[in-house]
């Protein structure tokens, strides 16, 4: 009865009797992270239309890629699946805002929000006019238009609330309005119980644990000049080395074979080399550095990854879709967006994993990756290796990295670290994790204020989210409410001391 709806990186319900004045029934089914251009029912299987590896990359360069390319020639592909694969993807993790640091006219209402649809939602809420505002938010229960109030809050000059609004609540929209005139952002984050454990699916049965130590590796390039096949400098490697490649090319039968082309491996190791020291991995987290000179912490898997991308065996960042790269660092797979849509302000995690990926790409539409177990690999489909035995590249599309188990990590912007009273710290990925939580510690004979903000946005303002007061020789562990959403987290104290803010996400 309802037609399927992509919009923004989420497949969507959105009901045949939808109008201006019969609003209800839009629902999120997953999240996806192919770029679709068109789909359609076929032969009672879902067939869409992507855009998955181009040539040029138009404005997406960045410098924690290297100076690696595209494609050597554009090529997408169909993509049939089940009519049910849009409810089975990644978590239906969503937000955004009524207003951005605008300006507000007293007993003017914010356009309607979607409001229906997830179990755990909350709004944020930052003031910065002069005076105390009341903030009555409003639902339309029946998608009729009819809104009634259900909620108001006062909020004090500079100050942030966080307001949960439990999955009992009924209404179809929401939509906000202050007394008075003032500047304000109303920011709404909503998301689903986390379904997924941290156990990979079997069809990545074959990938290397992180700690073995043969691996059959290589790097990816889809070769050009309608050649259409995919070329790899395929090599053995351990955790710190590997050896001399060897050229093969998987060819459109699916045929994993050697090739004698000194060329095109010569210009496959030149230019699509993996780059050294693009990150900074410390033991409380990794430090990116992107090329506007902002910094970013992202949180750590297990230790092996450390020696592995220190040695410039694992690709860290990579398009794989027009315009959009993926991000394998430190055993989690983050979708990254081009720098022209906030780059890292805005990435999101997809997966975690413990598995010794050395390169990935998109070729024919499908997902490649690259540090397979030959002795594991045995009797995995998605596993192609050639018949002398020497390579060996796993098979799927980018939407299967959902399944490889939900997001975790464990890390924080500071352990053990000096710090001065009142500058915060780097901001550190808080986002789309499930089970968080934070231990406060430090070094003083007195207590200290912990002070955590909060940045839900990825480009607006930071909110004061709580003040923590650690008594000296004391820990104090803190657990994130189940329905807290927010990007990033960062923290500052009242008194210099030696301090550590270690957070862990389940």
């Given at each position: ?149 259900f909620r108001s809050v006062t909020v ?210 499908m997902m490649i990756l690259t540090g ?75 207590s200290v204020s912990f002070l955590m ?54």
């Amino acid at each position: 009865p309802d037609y399927l709806m992509t919009m923004h990186g989420m497949f969507w319900r959105f009901p045949q009797t939808f109008s201006s004045g019969n609003s209800a029934g839009i629902r999120p089914r997953s999240a996806y992270l192919k770029v679709l251009g068109d789909y359609t029912r076929w032969n009672d299987q879902l067939v869409f239309g992507s855009d998955d590896a181009a040539r040029l990359e138009f404005l997406n360069k960045r410098k924690i890629k290297g100076s690696i390319g595209g494609a050597g020639q554009s090529n997408s592909n169909l993509w049939f699946t089940s009519l049910n694969q849009p409810d089975n993807l990644g978590p239906t993790t969503a937000e955004g805002s009524v207003w951005l640091n605008e300006t507000v006219k007293a007993a003017e209402y914010s356009e309607p929000f979607l409001f229906a649809g997830w179990d755990r939602r909350s709004a944020w809420i930052h003031h910065t006019g002069q005076q105390a505002v009341t903030i009555t938010f409003e639902t339309d229960i029946a998608g009729n238009g009819q809104f009634k109030p259900f909620r108001s809050v006062t909020v004090k000059p500079g100050e942030s609330l966080e307001i949960s609004f439990p999955g009992s609540e009924p209404g179809e929209w929401i939509r906000a309005v202050s007394n008075l005139a003032t500047t304000l952002t109303i920011q709404f984050t909503y998301t689903d119980s986390e379904l997924r454990n941290k156990r990979p699916d079997e069809l990545f049965k074959g990938l290397a644990n992180i700690n073995s130590e043969k691996v059959q590796s290589g790097l990816l390039y889809p070769l050009g000049n309608n050649r259409r096949t995919l070329g790899i400098a395929a090599y053995s490697q351990t955790n710190t080395t590997k050896s001399i490649p060897e050229y093969y090319e998987l060819n459109q039968d699916m045929k994993l074979q050697p090739v004698h082309d000194p060329s095109t491996l010569k210009f496959i190791q030149d230019k699509y080399a993996i780059p050294k020291q693009v990150v900074t991995i410390n033991e409380s987290s990794v430090l990116v550095v992107d090329d506007a000179g902002r910094r970013w912490r992202l949180p750590l898997g297990e230790s092996a990854f450390t020696g592995q991308t220190n040695a410039g065996l694992s690709r860290i960042a990579r398009e794989v879709a027009t315009e959009r790269d993926l991000l394998n660092l430190h055993g989690t797979f983050y979708e990254l967006p081009a720098e022209n849509a906030d780059g890292f302000a805005k990435v999101r995690p997809i997966a975690s994993h413990s598995y010794q990926i050395s390169d990935f790409a998109s070729y024919r539409g499908m997902m490649i990756l690259t540090g397979i177990d030959p002795k594991a690999a045995v009797n995995n489909p998605q596993i192609i290796r050639s018949e002398d035995g020497k390579a060996g590249v796993w098979v799927g599309v980018i939407d299967d990295l959902w399944k490889l188990g939900k997001p975790v990590g464990k890390g924080g912007p500071w352990k053990d670290a000096d710090v001065q009273a009142g500058i915060p710290s780097d901001p550190y990925l808080i986002g789309f994790y499930d089970k968080k939580q934070v231990s406060l510690s430090h070094d003083l004979k007195e207590s200290v204020s912990f002070l955590m903000e909060v940045e839900p946005v990825g480009h607006g303002p930071w909110m004061r989210y709580k003040e923590v007061i650690v008594a000296p020789g004391k820990t104090v562990n803190f657990t994130f409410p189940a329905d807290f959403q927010a990007k990033w987290i960062r923290f500052s104290t009242n008194k210099a001391a030696r301090v550590t803010t270690w957070l862990t996400y389940q």
